[in-house]
């Protein structure tokens, strides 16, 4: 993919990067480069067919189990009602 002085110079300007006139054309064979390799990426997942695996629990089965607050909220230094009291960490203005 050929990347155009004008393109390196727009997204140098979006990313508010300064750029110097002998740093122009080697940064744009760096973006052409990561480019090319993007897409060689693209093509060649692009045949594989794995199930994802993201958010999924690979150790247990989830089970919805009761829970009582009361004993957890019997475990806690201090409380307020069902509420645990903890430490202020941010200051009132």
């Given amino acids: ?8 110079l727009k997204i ?21 480069q990561v480019l090319t ?4 990426i693209t093509e060649i997942t692009a045949d ?9 629990n690979m150790f247990r089965e989830d089970v919805v189990a009761r ?3 009361e004993e957890i ?6 409380r307020e009602g069902s509420l645990f009291v903890v430490p202020a960490i941010l200051e009132n203005s």
Avoid at 1 to 8: A, C, G, L, N, T
Avoid at 14 to 27: D, T
């Fill in 67 to 69: 829970q009582y607050p």
């Fill in 37 to 40: 390799y993007a897409e060689r």
């Fill in 12 to 32: 140098a300007r979006m990313s508010r990067v300064a750029l110097h006139e002998n740093e122009i054309e080697p940064l744009a064979k760096q973006l052409e």
């Fill in 1 to 8: 993919m050929k990347i155009s002085r004008d393109e390196v």
């Fill in 48 to 56: 594989v067919k794995e199930p994802s695996t993201k958010n999924v």
């Fill in 73 to 78: 909220l019997a475990q806690a230094p201090e």
